[in-house]
């Protein structure tokens, strides 16, 4: 049976899941990067990247265990691009070029209809205009029996966690304090929405943290 999860999702120690003034040439936002340092330096983000070599340990396991089990992913539109307002091309398609990291069927919240994409590695970018419970329909029926994951950004894993979705989460705090950015628990109430502490550990470059949601 397929779930809703969020997983590797990197938060500052004041909450934020994004720097400030996110752009083409800061996709993160200013020093949002620094999030995402317990994650650069394993074997499978390196792997990612087309590098050879990388950490072992905690941190390579969580970043490992974000990509088990997966069938697809649902994106929020900056998670996709820079790009606001209607698509004035065709040219733009995404963030990691050419073989994007997914390699199963992505559905992209937006306003604005779009024809879906295929990339190289078997990734497909869909473009669902009908909001967050329709993209989940179509991701949950796609995934045939794996797991949804919703990859961010932040305000789109609140939309998700606000309605009652999310299955289980997994969070990667890091040591670092943006000061503003897009926060990530705002108007959210993770005990009322019957989440608790399943999991957690301490590296040198993050505290991870597994939430899991209690059977209603």
């Not at 590695?121 to 993209?135: E, L, N, P, Y």
């Not at 179509?138 to 994951?149: C, I, L, P, S, Y």
Request: charged share 20%.
């Amino acid at each position: 049976m397929s779930r809703l999860v969020v997983r590797a999702f990197s938060v500052s120690l004041d909450g934020y899941g994004a720097g400030p003034e996110q752009s083409l040439e800061k996709p993160l936002g200013v020093g949002g990067e620094t999030l995402h340092t317990w994650a650069f330096g394993t074997r499978t983000f390196k792997k990612m990247f087309g590098q050879e070599g990388g950490s072992t340990g905690v941190d390579e396991d969580f970043a490992a265990r974000s990509f088990e089990n997966l069938g697809a992913w649902i994106l929020g539109r900056n998670m996709f691009g820079p790009i606001r307002g209607d698509w004035p091309d065709e040219n733009w398609k995404g963030w990691w070029g050419d073989n994007p990291p997914y390699h199963c069927p992505v559905f992209v919240l937006t306003h604005y209809p779009r024809a879906s994409i295929e990339m190289e590695g078997g990734t497909t970018f869909h473009f669902v205009t009908d909001g967050i419970h329709a993209a989940l329909e179509r991701a949950t029926q796609a995934a045939n029996g794996r797991d949804v994951r919703i990859g961010g950004g932040a305000a789109t894993i609140r939309q998700y966690l606000a309605a009652g979705l999310v299955d289980e989460m997994h969070l990667a705090v890091s040591p670092v304090v943006l000061g503003t950015g897009e926060p990530f628990f705002a108007g959210i109430d993770l005990p009322k929405l019957g989440f608790e502490r399943t999991e957690h550990v301490a590296t040198e470059h993050a505290t991870h943290v597994v939430l899991t949601r209690r059977p209603k």
